[in-house]
């Protein structure tokens, strides 16, 4: 049997999949022999392990039990502020997490942050994702109005790189239908200009419906094709093959739809909000298949529950936020 440190000095050897079972075994063992800064260790490397997946609970948790450990030490317990940026931006994910629960920790963020130094826009992204989640329309106006002009001057620590930043404008202008200014702030992407470590295989899913509206269909076609040849079978990208289902069904291409579908949701394990952008567009794809006389006898999933998923969920979200966003975007 392996030990605690065992797993640590071999999860690189592990794919990432992989590597998030063993650390979650590794932290049970370190728990189990009172090893309290090899937990510590354990738990870090499990919160990057699960960086940019759709399982924010479990990171939370993690970081959650580090940050109580470094605030007790220090010294002992080193904690880097990334690891928080990376649990904020997915605070809002679950319905049972409540605006106040939410608020209580971004306030925390950005009082940490100025304690270390960083400049206003790192805490300013994480209020706009939130703001976003809440479909709080009015809010995410007003912070996207204080962030975008920070990025002229990116001072300081904990920024994330230019391109992650025009990959939030991109996907903020979208979401407030200003989908030229989109389209516009998304030309990097678009003329394969612009790239990083996570992207642009995101923003160019971002870019499918802001490119539509604008009439660049074709553009939007190679965007798509582009985004998921980047993706591959990197199933985090949960949202990104929701866009892309979407894309699909309003470009009339049903069986490409379904074809995803089929391809992604055997392996689709994401929280509760992405769980219903994925299955809001699994369930446009069923009632375009239906529509054209397509429909499949058996999807390997039964269409209703997802229906029923989806209302309920939906339900949840704007019992949380206070108004129908959610419910809106399945109009």
Request: with cysteine; glycine share 6%; net charge negative.
């Amino acid at each position: 049997m392996s030990t605690a440190q065992e797993i640590l000095d071999t999860q690189y050897d592990l794919s990432v999949v992989e590597r998030r079972v063993a650390l979650a075994h590794a932290i049970d063992l370190a728990d189990a022999e009172q090893d309290i800064d090899l937990a510590f260790r354990a738990r870090k490397n499990l919160i990057s392990a699960l960086y940019g997946s759709s399982r924010g609970v479990e990171m939370m948790a993690a970081f959650g039990w580090c940050l109580t450990k470094h605030d007790e030490d220090p010294k002992r317990f080193p904690l880097d502020l990334w690891y928080y940026k990376w649990v904020a931006s997915d605070i809002t994910s679950e319905s049972a997490i409540s605006r106040e629960q939410a608020m209580a920790l971004l306030d925390d963020v950005e009082t940490r942050f100025e304690k270390e130094g960083a400049a206003a826009g790192p805490a300013l992204k994480l209020r706009l994702t939130a703001a976003r989640e809440f479909g709080d329309t009015a809010e995410v106006e007003r912070l996207f109005a204080l962030w975008q002009p920070l990025q002229a001057n990116r001072s300081g620590i904990l920024n994330d790189c230019k391109t992650c930043d025009i990959a939030k404008e991109v996907s903020t202008l979208s979401y407030l239908e200003r989908y030229e200014e989109a389209v516009e702030a998304g030309s990097g992407f678009i003329e394969e200009k612009l790239w990083c470590g996570s992207q642009p295989q995101a923003a160019l899913a971002g870019l499918l419906k802001p490119l539509r509206e604008v009439g660049r269909d074709e553009d939007a076609d190679r965007c798509c094709e582009r985004s998921l040849e980047r993706i591959g079978d990197d199933y985090d990208y949960v949202r990104s093959f929701g866009l892309h289902v979407k894309h699909y069904v309003a470009r009339d291409e049903v069986k490409k739809a379904l074809a995803l579908v089929a391809r992604t949701m055997p392996h689709i394990d994401p929280c509760e909000n992405d769980r219903f952008w994925y299955f809001s567009a699994v369930e446009k794809a069923i009632a375009a298949a239906e529509k054209a006389e397509i429909a499949e006898k058996d999807y390997g999933f039964n269409p209703k529950e997802i229906a029923g998923q989806v209302q309920k969920l939906a339900q949840a979200f704007d019992l949380r936020n206070g108004n129908s966003y959610y419910s809106d975007q399945l109009a």
